[in-house]
């Protein structure tokens, strides 16, 4: 039997509301980082830029690490079987391993390189060779906590990743302001404690999982076929991802062509959208949860029911968000930017953006939904076909001058495009497979 409204809104919150706050401790982190190098000096800080910029992305295409996961446990926890789902977590563990390792070597070795491609002065890239190699130690860690997150996600807990991501940012504060200023590490310092600060906190989160797997007698050792079925599920994601990513870079690289002011006004503009971004992004988490769930338990009726209430809810928070975004801007915008001619320019994308986010919030949420269906294939064709769209789309306001404003409507039809591909797909049962596996 379906479960009501009141009981699927319970449901949503219950795992969307600390997979927020989990979300939001990451940027806090980096912005803590960027206050505290920031008193170090001009280059240490755009060190901090361009090498923190290659470590994110290095770290953000591993992120299916945590979805592909979640939605593998979930399904297994949906059909009953917990020691499979645990087993199922662990093999995500050892490949989240294997790839930390991977990463980290490469890192280290061509960290030189890597910084020279953004062509800093010489001191600036001293400083960003010396952070991205002391920060590639905790890649390993980094990726742990991706897949951790991802089992306890798929395991509908979402609270014990919020207080180790908390606790993991109070913690990188606090070892910063210790070994930057108190050992005089300088930027060193910083790299090292929010390394070590994030190896805690998949230390913590994977010691959760094996505690779990043990109790209900899981294997703990490498499964080579298991292994290689992560891998392999994870494929799709890292395109979809990629693809993603591809657009937003893309958009940037437009921005930059238009003039200072413009890509000024741009920059704030989306750090606002992304921060919006993570509360959309934390019903999409509730999202995969609960549709893994769901059809793994073979409960297709509940799955379409769960998912049009989540879009709901993904509207609803979009129109909220926009409604915010536009409303409240003179008092947040004043934090940014002094300069009138800046200002001016962000309030006219910010329309634009809020007009948007409606949209926004149902493509988040049916991204969460399919990724927790396992739909990853579908995903990463649409994402390719969205992207061959909107480059041109984009390209077209450099080629034709046509201001930053064009740009962010061409931006707002990239997420247009991608809300068509997937309403449509939700719309057929093709992504509603069940089953412990699909």
């Given at each position: 039997m379906p479960l009501t409204w009141k009981t699927q809104d319970r449901e949503i919150l219950r795992l969307a509301v600390p997979a927020f706050f989990?979300?939001?401790s990451e940027p806090l982190?980096?912005?803590?980082?960027s206050a505290i190098v920031g008193h170090l000096g001009t280059p240490q800080l755009a060190a901090l830029g361009v090498a923190g910029t290659i470590l994110q992305t290095l770290v953000g295409i591993c992120v299916f690490l945590a979805y592909g996961t979640t939605?593998?446990?979930?399904?297994?926890?949906?059909?009953?079987?917990?020691?499979?789902?645990?087993?199922?977590?662990?093999?995500?563990?050892?490949?989240?391993?294997?790839?930390?390792v991977v990463l980290a070597v490469a890192g280290l070795l061509f960290a030189p390189l890597a910084i020279a491609g953004f062509h800093p002065s010489p001191d600036v890239a001293d400083y960003a060779v010396t952070y991205l190699r002391i920060s590639c130690l905790g890649i390993p860690s980094m990726l742990l906590l991706l897949a951790a997150t991802g089992v306890l996600r798929g395991l509908q807990d979402t609270k014990t990743p919020m207080v180790v991501a908390v606790s993991a940012n109070l913690a990188n504060i606090a070892l910063n302001f210790?070994?930057?200023?108190?050992?005089?590490?300088?930027?060193?310092?910083?790299?090292?404690?929010?390394?070590?600060?994030?190896?805690?906190?998949?230390?913590?989160?994977?010691?959760?999982?094996?505690?779990?797997?043990?109790?209900?007698?899981?294997?703990?050792?490498p499964d080579r076929p298991g292994i290689l079925a992560s891998a392999h599920a994870g494929v799709p994601l890292v395109v979809r991802t990629l693809t993603l990513r591809v657009a937003i870079v893309l958009t940037t690289f437009v921005a930059t062509s238009l003039g200072t002011t413009s890509v000024a006004a741009h920059q704030v503009a989306f750090t606002l959208w992304s921060f919006l971004a993570l509360a959309l992004d934390a019903i999409a988490i509730a999202a995969q949860a609960l549709t893994g769930r769901s059809l793994g338990a073979g409960d297709v009726v509940g799955t379409r029911a769960i998912t049009r209430r989540m879009?709901?809810?993904?509207?609803?928070?979009?129109?909220?968000?926009?409604?915010?975004?536009?409303?409240?801007?003179?008092?947040?915008?004043?934090?940014?930017?002094?300069?009138?001619?800046?200002?001016?320019?962000?309030?006219?994308i910010l329309l634009v953006a809020a007009i948007w986010q409606p949209v926004n919030g149902v493509v988040f949420v049916l991204d969460g939904v399919l990724i927790g269906a396992g739909d990853g294939p579908y995903l990463a064709v649409a994402g390719i076909i969205a992207l061959l769209l909107f480059a041109p789309l984009a390209l077209s306001v450099q080629w034709f001058d046509r201001g930053i404003v064009a740009l962010w409507w061409a931006f707002g039809g990239y997420m247009l495009l991608r809300f068509l591909t997937l309403t449509l797909r939700e719309r057929r049962d093709g992504w509603l497979v069940t089953g412990a596996v699909r």
């Amino acid at each position: 039997m379906p479960l009501t409204w009141k009981t699927q809104d319970r449901e949503i919150l219950r795992l969307a509301v600390p997979a927020f706050f989990a979300l939001v401790s990451e940027p806090l982190m980096l912005l803590a980082d960027s206050a505290i190098v920031g008193h170090l000096g001009t280059p240490q800080l755009a060190a901090l830029g361009v090498a923190g910029t290659i470590l994110q992305t290095l770290v953000g295409i591993c992120v299916f690490l945590a979805y592909g996961t979640t939605s593998a446990v979930a399904r297994r926890i949906g059909a009953g079987d917990h020691k499979g789902a645990l087993a199922q977590g662990i093999d995500g563990l050892w490949l989240a391993l294997l790839l930390g390792v991977v990463l980290a070597v490469a890192g280290l070795l061509f960290a030189p390189l890597a910084i020279a491609g953004f062509h800093p002065s010489p001191d600036v890239a001293d400083y960003a060779v010396t952070y991205l190699r002391i920060s590639c130690l905790g890649i390993p860690s980094m990726l742990l906590l991706l897949a951790a997150t991802g089992v306890l996600r798929g395991l509908q807990d979402t609270k014990t990743p919020m207080v180790v991501a908390v606790s993991a940012n109070l913690a990188n504060i606090a070892l910063n302001f210790l070994l930057v200023y108190g050992l005089d590490l300088n930027i060193a310092g910083s790299a090292l404690g929010t390394a070590i600060a994030q190896t805690a906190a998949g230390a913590a989160l994977v010691v959760v999982v094996v505690r779990g797997a043990r109790r209900d007698g899981a294997k703990l050792r490498p499964d080579r076929p298991g292994i290689l079925a992560s891998a392999h599920a994870g494929v799709p994601l890292v395109v979809r991802t990629l693809t993603l990513r591809v657009a937003i870079v893309l958009t940037t690289f437009v921005a930059t062509s238009l003039g200072t002011t413009s890509v000024a006004a741009h920059q704030v503009a989306f750090t606002l959208w992304s921060f919006l971004a993570l509360a959309l992004d934390a019903i999409a988490i509730a999202a995969q949860a609960l549709t893994g769930r769901s059809l793994g338990a073979g409960d297709v009726v509940g799955t379409r029911a769960i998912t049009r209430r989540m879009m709901w809810w993904g509207l609803a928070s979009g129109v909220v968000g926009g409604l915010a975004l536009w409303g409240l801007r003179d008092l947040y915008v004043p934090l940014f930017t002094k300069d009138p001619e800046v200002r001016h320019t962000l309030a006219a994308i910010l329309l634009v953006a809020a007009i948007w986010q409606p949209v926004n919030g149902v493509v988040f949420v049916l991204d969460g939904v399919l990724i927790g269906a396992g739909d990853g294939p579908y995903l990463a064709v649409a994402g390719i076909i969205a992207l061959l769209l909107f480059a041109p789309l984009a390209l077209s306001v450099q080629w034709f001058d046509r201001g930053i404003v064009a740009l962010w409507w061409a931006f707002g039809g990239y997420m247009l495009l991608r809300f068509l591909t997937l309403t449509l797909r939700e719309r057929r049962d093709g992504w509603l497979v069940t089953g412990a596996v699909r």
